[in-house]
């Protein structure tokens, strides 16, 4: 019943013949609505101290449609499109803007062309226990610069990418253990000159987990390729780049975690060798007490910037979620950490509530200090500190 259910309605939205649709389709509906509401301090600045807001997000929430057909011989053909799903009505992210492809799957592997999560992301994420991804709950801003859709060479900084024009391929499972790789084709290289410099952006990402019973243990690197263009002709190539390793354990109740990732960056400087590099790490926990009851926790630090001396290590201006490397040099004190604890009542598998703290130091002062904020609040200013108590819902379909 729930399979001609979901046909009719597909048909009904595409305006699709009802009967044909529910015989041959083989297209699912799923997705996640998640609201969070919080209060958040925002801390003191040079002018004075920035207002408390009340504030609600969505992060995370989405709807998506997905099927396959089976070509034989073990050979299937899927897609997969799925965009924001907004409850407040604020995100005008357009169709499918998140986890989205086209692809061929067998006994090979899994090869598929479109928008979707690097394997560096997707390798980095399930030892992050303890934390979500974005909003208030998120650590994706000190672990990796933040956690987004990207198109071409948008946000140089950024490791955990939902990226535009990834060609891909997954392997088969090998008793648990699997690789993933993935390249973004070079579209924006169109309206480059040949003489230009860093002209031809492009993301290489692979990845490797192994994920059998309580253990799961990842790693993984990226290469921004000429991310600081276009430049002028005779420019040096700048290529950053980034690694992680982690891995979670679950013992009865409790789920362990933990990953630790470095990221560098070239500058654009004639200097041989001349470079930024940042290293940040999380642990947490996940512990379901008693029945619907758990408690969800975390600590992440993102570590100083570090390297030589030239020109900012982040584009052409300093960076709110990587604090940017002035001319003179690298300063200290440039970290931050986040510590955050959450309460979780889980009314059924696919609905949960819950409640918590989280705060945020960043280090230094405001000439040269950490600039690290709470995800999506405000604008990062040297060596202040936030923190907030917040509320989320969640329910996924």
């Known amino acids: 019943m729930h399979k001609k259910l979901t046909a009719l309605a597909v048909a009904?939205?595409?305006?699709?013949?009802?009967?044909?649709?529910?015989?041959?389709?083989?297209?699912?509906?799923?997705?996640?609505?998640?609201?969070?509401?919080?209060?958040?301090?925002q801390g003191t600045f040079a002018n004075g101290s920035r207002q408390n807001v009340d504030i609600l997000q969505t992060p995370g929430s989405n709807i998506g449609f997905k099927g396959e057909e089976k070509l034989g011989g073990g050979l299937a053909a899927w897609f997969q499109c799925e965009s924001t799903a907004d409850p407040r009505g604020a995100s005008q992210d357009g169709w499918c803007s998140r986890n989205s492809a086209l692809g061929l799957?067998?006994?090979?592997?899994?090869?598929?062309?479109?928008?979707?999560?690097?394997?560096?992301?997707?390798?980095?994420?399930?030892?992050?226990?303890g934390s979500n991804d974005t909003g208030i709950w998120g650590s994706a801003n000190l672990l990796a610069a933040g956690s987004t859709t990207v198109n071409g060479n948008t946000g140089r900084a950024l490791f955990k990418r939902?990226?535009?024009?990834?060609?891909?391929?997954?392997?088969?499972?090998?008793?648990?253990?699997?690789?993933?790789?993935?390249?973004?084709?070079?579209?924006?290289?169109?309206?480059?000159?040949?003489?230009?410099?860093?002209g031809k952006p492009r993301v290489l990402?692979?990845?490797?987990q192994y994920s059998?019973?309580?253990?799961?243990?990842?790693?993984?690197?990226?290469?921004?390729?000429?991310?600081?263009?276009?430049?002028?002709?005779?420019?040096?190539?700048?290529?950053?780049?980034?690694?992680?390793?982690?891995?979670?354990?679950?013992?009865?109740?409790?789920?362990?975690?933990?990953?630790?990732?470095?990221?560098?960056?070239?500058?654009?400087?004639?200097?041989?060798?001349?470079?930024?590099?940042?290293?940040?790490?999380?642990?947490?926990?996940?512990?379901?007490?008693?029945?619907?009851?758990?408690?969800?926790?975390?600590?992440?630090?993102?570590?100083?910037?570090?390297?030589?001396?030239?020109?900012p290590a982040v584009g052409s201006t300093q960076s709110q979620s990587r604090p940017?490397?002035?001319?003179?040099?690298?300063?200290?004190?440039?970290?931050?950490?986040?510590?955050q604890i959450r309460y979780v009542y889980a009314f059924s598998k696919r609905t949960e509530f819950s409640f918590g703290y989280v705060k945020l130091d960043n280090e230094g002062g405001p000439a040269a200090g950490g600039t690290y904020t709470i995800f999506g609040v405000g604008a990062g200013v040297g060596g202040n500190n936030q923190d907030a108590w917040g509320l989320g819902l969640r329910h996924r379909f």
């Open 212 to 311: 059998a019973g309580p253990l799961y243990v990842s790693a993984g690197y990226e290469r921004h390729t000429e991310f600081a263009g276009p430049t002028a002709a005779g420019t040096a190539d700048v290529d950053d780049d980034g690694w992680h390793v982690g891995a979670a354990y679950t013992w009865g109740p409790v789920r362990f975690g933990g990953v630790y990732t470095r990221q560098n960056f070239e500058h654009l400087t004639p200097t041989a060798g001349a470079e930024s590099r940042v290293n940040a790490w999380q642990v947490g926990v996940d512990w379901n007490i008693v029945g619907p009851h758990s408690v969800r926790a975390a600590y992440t630090r993102a570590g100083d910037m570090k390297g030589t001396p030239g020109a």
């Open 105 to 129: 799957k067998g006994g090979f592997g899994n090869f598929f062309i479109g928008n979707w999560d690097t394997p560096f992301k997707r390798t980095i994420s399930p030892p992050s226990v």
């Open 12 to 41: 009904s939205a595409f305006g699709l013949p009802a009967v044909a649709l529910a015989q041959t389709s083989t297209v699912q509906i799923y997705g996640t609505l998640y609201v969070e509401y919080s209060y958040i301090d």
């Open 205 to 208: 990402s692979i990845g490797a």
């Open 162 to 198: 939902r990226q535009n024009n990834m060609i891909m391929y997954d392997s088969p499972n090998f008793a648990g253990f699997q690789v993933m790789a993935g390249f973004t084709a070079i579209n924006h290289a169109t309206a480059v000159t040949t003489g230009a410099g860093n």
């Open 324 to 339: 940017g490397v002035p001319v003179a040099g690298v300063p200290n004190d440039t970290g931050a950490e986040q510590w």
